[in-house]
C-alpha cells in the first residue's frame, strides 16, 4: 500500500487549504492511501528549547510520520507572494536534528499544491517552497500543476470541493502524482 502524508500549512478552522487537502484524500486514486497531518499543535522554532529538551514530542510525531510515508504533499496557502510563515517553521522544525534530514525527507517524493480566494492560485507560494525541497534533499513532481484560485466560490457550504473543473484537475493531480510516488518508491 502506498501512503501519502499531506499536510496542510494553515491551522485556520476553515481553511481553503485544509478543504482542497480533504477532497485530494476523496480523489485519491485506489491503491494509495492519502492520510493528513496538522500542523496545529507545533510550537515556533526555539533553539534553546531544542538544546535543553531535543525535538517536542509532537514535531518527532510528525517527522516519524513523514519518514514511513511513500511521498509527501504540502497544500500550501500563500502569504504575501510567499509561502506562510507558520507552515515554514512547522517544516524546519522536522528538519531538526540536520543529521536526521537524509532519514526524514532524502529521496522523498514530494508534491505541492494550494488554494487562494485570490486570482494566483498559490504560484508565489508553491515557487517559494522549491529551494527548501531542495535543501531538504526531496524529489519534488514537477508533472502537474494544482493551483486553485477564487477559493471560496469552489467549495460548497459543507466544504465539499463541488466546482467540477477544480475537481477533475485534482483528480488528475492526484492520479499523476500517486504514480510519481510509486515510480519513485521502487
Ligand atoms: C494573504 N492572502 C494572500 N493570498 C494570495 O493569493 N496571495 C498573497 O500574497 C496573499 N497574502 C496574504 C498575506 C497574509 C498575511 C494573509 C493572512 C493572507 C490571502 C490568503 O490566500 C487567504 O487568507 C487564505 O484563505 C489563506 O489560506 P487558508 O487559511 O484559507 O487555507
Known amino acids: 500500500m502506498t501512503t501519502i502524508l ?35 499543535d507545533i510550537p515556533l522554532y526555539d533553539a534553546d528549547s531544542e538544546a535543553a529538551s531535543g525535538v517536542p514530542a509532537v514535531v518527532q510525531a510528525l517527522k516519524d510520520r513523514i519518514a514511513r510515508a511513500s511521498g509527501v504533499l504540502l497544500v500550501t496557502p500563500e502569504y504575501n507572494n510567499s509561502l506562510p510563515g507558520v507552515f515554514k517553521n512547522a517544516i524546519d522544525w522536522t528538519s531538526r536534528p540536520a543529521a536526521d534530514i537524509a532519514r526524514v525527507y532524502g529521496g522523498k517524493p514530494i508534491g505541492v499544491i494550494g488554494a487562494t480566494p485570490g486570482a494566483g492560485g498559490t504560484g508565489m507560494a508553491q515557487a517559494a517552497w522549491l529551494p527548501v525541497l531542495r535543501t531538504l534533499g526531496t524529489v519534488p513532481f514537477f508533472g502537474a500543476r494544482m493551483l486553485v484560485s477564487g477559493a471560496a466560490k469552489v467549495f460548497d457550504e459543507t466544504g465539499q470541493l463541488t466546482d467540477p473543473i477544480v475537481r477533475g484537475q485534482l483528480e488528475k493531480y492526484m492520479t499523476g502524482f500517486a504514480q510519481f510516488v510509486v515510480r519513485q518508491s521502487r
Do not use: D, Q
Not at 491551522?11 to 482542497?20: D, E, I, P
Open 6 to 40: 499531506a499536510i496542510a500549512g494553515s491551522v485556520r478552522a476553515k481553511s481553503f487549504n485544509g478543504l482542497l487537502l480533504r477532497a485530494a484524500v476523496e480523489l485519491a486514486p485506489a491503491g494509495v492511501t492519502v492520510e493528513s497531518a496538522s500542523i496545529k
